[in-house]
Structures are given as C-alpha cells and as structure tokens.
C-alpha cells in the first residue's frame, strides 16, 4: 500500500510562505510520496516538502521553474499522471479523461481550478479516477485542504485544513 499525497496551487512564495500547519497536516499524514499538481511559484516549497517525502512535480501557468508540463509515476501497478490543467481545453472530465487515455493512466491528477474535484469515470472500457486537490492556500468557492490517495484500492480522502 502507498500512500500519496495530492497539492496544488499553493502559489508559495518566500513573502508569502505556506502556513507551518499545511506542512504540519502533510507531515501527520505520513505520506510515501507526494505529488504537486503545478503553481509551485518558488522551488524552496519543493525542498521543504522533499523534507517530507519524495516529491514528483509538474509546471502550472503560474510557475517558471524548470518542470516538466507532465509526469507519470507507478505505485502498486496503479499509474498515475499528473498535469497542471491549464492548457487541457475545456477543463472538464471529458476533456480529462482524454488526457488519461493519451497519457495511457489509471489515474489523473490536475490542479488549476484551486477547487476539490474527485470522480470515477468508465471511459473506453476503462475506470480512470480524476482528481484535484484544490489550494491549501488559495481556495476559489472552497475549503483549503489537499488530497490523499492510497493504492492499489484508490482510496480517496479530502484533507480539509480548516472550514
């Protein structure tokens, strides 16, 4: 069993640095590895969640680090991909369950709405889980928080940091 931790948007910035309690939250979750879904802003978030765990990250339109616009990482023969978001047009399940197919994944992480989505979807024969943690930090119509997946079942759990 793998336990993965999803965030998104955080939008960090050394004037604007992420609350000890996100890091706290991430942390008491004990995740195995973690995956930033893009709007990372400053690469010292990367180093501080690489405190925790592995981190596997993608660009969003907002960063200008060196990332790759995708990823694709394995956990228990479940693959996963993560993108950003922003260039998938329009930015609905159709849409992203295309971009799983493409991306030939079980499981497709995004970010860039800042809102909680989750929603299991048979497509082409096949189950694909899409996922989106929302911000921590910057939340649109929702409550800050981030994601946990456990595999191989898929679990889901929103991780809420305060309402």
């Known amino acids: 069993m793998t336990k993965i931790c999803v965030i998104s948007d955080t939008h960090y910035t050394r004037n604007g640095r992420l609350p000890s309690h996100v890091f706290d939250s991430v942390r008491n979750e004990e995740p195995d590895l973690i995956v930033h879904c893009g709007d990372v802003i400053d690469p010292e978030l990367l180093e501080e969640l690489e405190g925790i765990s592995p981190v596997v990250a993608v660009r969003g339109n907002a960063d200008y680090l060196n990332l790759p616009e995708s990823r694709i990482v394995e956990a228990d023969g479940v693959r996963i991909g993560a993108v950003h978001g922003h260039d998938v047009i329009p930015l609905n399940a159709q849409t992203l369950a295309y971009k799983a197919l493409e991306m030939e ?3 497709l ?5 800042h809102r909680f989505y989750s929603d299991r979807i048979s ?9 989106n943690p929302g911000s921590p930090t910057k939340p649109r119509f929702d409550s800050p928080g981030f994601a946990m997946i456990r595999t191989p079942s898929m679990d889901v759990r929103r991780v809420e940091l305060w309402s």
């Open 105 to 107: 994944v079980d499981v």
């Open 123 to 131: 497509f082409h024969g096949r189950e694909i889980l899409l996922l």
């Open 109 to 113: 992480l995004f970010g860039h709405t």
